[in-house]
């Protein structure tokens, strides 16, 4: 009975704690620069739309002629590689674990990608687009997490894949 009763109040703090950080104002670039080590030319997340600790997020990367990767894919129709894709996605939940936490728990801890599973690509991205990529909690257990990310050009699903991320301790 204790432990019923622990378990609910957990879910109930933790439901609480959900709804009440629930992020309405945009995360910007340089929050981002806080909790990923990507600079240019691998950053792939311009902005945090939406978020909700150990649950999902959103974010944007916005498109433009200027990603290095178009000069070489394809330099007469530029696509974004969906590999790239993939990476934004990454990128995303990475956040999504950094914003989760506290500064001290996060403090020396990377996410690096440890699998993908179900990539599925269906739309092309081309410069001017608006990348908006979405991302949810699947499971936690220890330091791995596994994701489930969808990326939209407007309502259309570019691709979607289930990511898998372990968390290391870093040298600082």
């Known amino acids: ?22 992020m309405s104002e945009p995360v910007d670039i340089k929050q981002i620069f806080s909790i990923l080590p990507h600079r240019y ?3 792939l997340v311009d902005r945090v739309l939406d978020y909700t600790p150990f649950d999902c997020l959103t974010a944007i990367k916005n498109v433009t002629i200027n990603e290095n990767f178009f000069s070489g894919h394809f330099p007469e129709n ?3 590689p ?33 699998g993908i ?4 690509f269906k739309h092309v991205v081309t410069p001017g687009d608006q990348l908006r990529l979405e991302v949810k909690i699947l499971a936690r257990k220890r330091e791995f997490w596994r994701v489930h990310g969808e990326a939209y050009v407007g309502d259309k699903l570019a ?14």
Do not use: W
């Open 41 to 43: 030319p691998m950053i």
């Open 82 to 114: 969906g590999v790239l894709m993939l990476e934004a996605l990454a990128q995303a939940s990475g956040l999504l674990a950094g914003l989760s936490q506290t500064p001290e728990e996060n403090y020396g801890i990377l996410h690096f990608f440890a």
């Open 159 to 172: 691709c979607s894949a289930d990511l898998l991320s372990a968390a290391k301790e870093i040298q600082k």
């Open 1 to 22: 009975m204790v432990f019923f009763l622990t378990s609910l109040l957990d879910h109930a703090k933790h439901t609480y704690l959900s709804e009440k950080l629930r």
């Open 117 to 120: 599973d179900n990539a599925k």
């Open 78 to 80: 530029p696509i974004m």
